[in-house]
């Protein structure tokens, strides 16, 4: 395997302080400290070039994302007839694909992919399922060009942070201000802390906010994928950082629920947030073996 490294233009000093100061090693992997921009990860509240473009995506988001939206677009979208193409087709169009939702990165979206799929085979290289799983975690490109560049409606579906609907929103969701518009937070049906759930129902049956997440779940699920649970309940929660990050939620959870978190813990704590760099992955020199695995977990042709 080989990892080309594109370095910014400036001076070897530069190159070094940023080697022993700005990085740190964790495992294998080495860890930034900080994001694309120079700045924290996921600091909401930092001023960057990026917080207003990020702040008015959560808004419109935590505003439109009501429970009946979530089922109707799950209605529409689990009919898996928008398009047909392979998974590696779907990876290569990722590469028009920049996420204005993120904070942390400014690289098209297989850039990360392939981050963080290489970081993770670096650390677990028996784990081949949990390789593809972060390769194709983000992959919604079908969904973004049909609703990003077909309608343009896409800012309250893609907003990065997915949290259950159905029930009252908790505080620690990202820009939790924003859900003082939204029409559910005023429906007592909805707004109460178990909402139209029972205590540890578990997350199967909790509709979550409509995205990326949900919409690769259905796609995976749809087709017939041979991952393991685990690699499904990453797929559908990595961006449900109220749970694994604050601990919110948990009365939702039953005992499986609690069992797969501790694969996605392995994923979210470095892989899937820390892997975004300027590092650049050689796409051809790593295609082969993911289409292995593709082939190994996945049908040839999926319905998307």
């Known amino acids: 395997m080989t990892i080309i490294v594109h370095e910014p233009d400036v001076n070897e000093n530069v190159r070094e302080n940023e080697k022993s100061e700005d990085l740190k090693l964790d495992a294998d992997f080495v860890v930034p400290e900080s994001n694309a921009?120079?700045?924290?990860?996921?600091?909401?509240?930092?001023?960057?070039?990026?917080?207003?473009?990020?702040?008015?995506?959560?808004?419109?988001?935590?505003?439109?994302?009501?429970?009946?939206?979530?089922?109707?677009?799950?209605?529409?979208?689990?009919k898996l007839d928008k398009a047909e193409m392979t998974i590696w087709e779907c990876c290569e169009l990722l590469n028009e694909y920049v996420d204005e939702s993120d904070p942390d990165l400014d690289e098209p979206q297989i850039e990360h992919l392939l981050q963080s799929a290489e970081a993770i085979r670096r650390d677990y290289p028996d784990e081949d399922w949990l390789h593809l799983t972060a390769?194709?975690?983000?992959?919604?490109?079908?969904?973004?060009?049909m609703q990003i560049y077909i309608t343009k409606m896409f800012s309250n579906e893609h907003a990065r942070d997915t949290f259950p609907l159905g029930c009252a929103f908790d505080q620690s969701v990202v820009h939790h201000q924003f859900f003082k518009d939204n029409p559910d937070s005023e429906n007592p049906a909805l707004k109460t802390k178990l909402g139209i759930y029972t205590e540890n129902c578990g997350l199967e049956n909790v509709t979550m906010s409509w995205g990326h997440d949900e919409y690769m779940y259905l796609v995976a699920k749809g087709n017939?994928?041979?991952?393991?649970?685990?690699?499904?309940?990453?797929?559908?929660?990595?961006?449900?950082?109220?749970?694994h990050r604050s601990g919110a939620y948990s009365f939702l959870m039953n005992d499986e629920d609690k069992e797969?978190?501790?694969?996605?813990?392995v994923f979210n704590s470095k892989y899937d947030l820390y892997s975004k760099s300027k590092i650049k992955i050689n796409q051809e020199e790593v295609k082969s073996y993911y289409l292995s695995l593709i082939k190994k977990y996945f049908p040839e042709k999926l319905k998307w």
């Open 135 to 145: 390769l194709i975690h983000g992959n919604y490109q079908p969904l973004s060009f």
């Open 37 to 78: 921009f120079g700045q924290n990860f996921r600091d909401y509240e930092k001023e960057s070039v990026r917080k207003a473009i990020v702040q008015e995506f959560y808004r419109q988001n935590h505003i439109y994302q009501t429970y009946e939206f979530a089922k109707k677009k799950k209605e529409q979208y689990e």
């Open 260 to 265: 797969m978190l501790k694969w996605l813990h």
């Open 224 to 243: 017939k994928t041979t991952l393991p649970p685990a690699g499904l309940f990453i797929i559908r929660f990595h961006s449900f950082y109220a749970m």
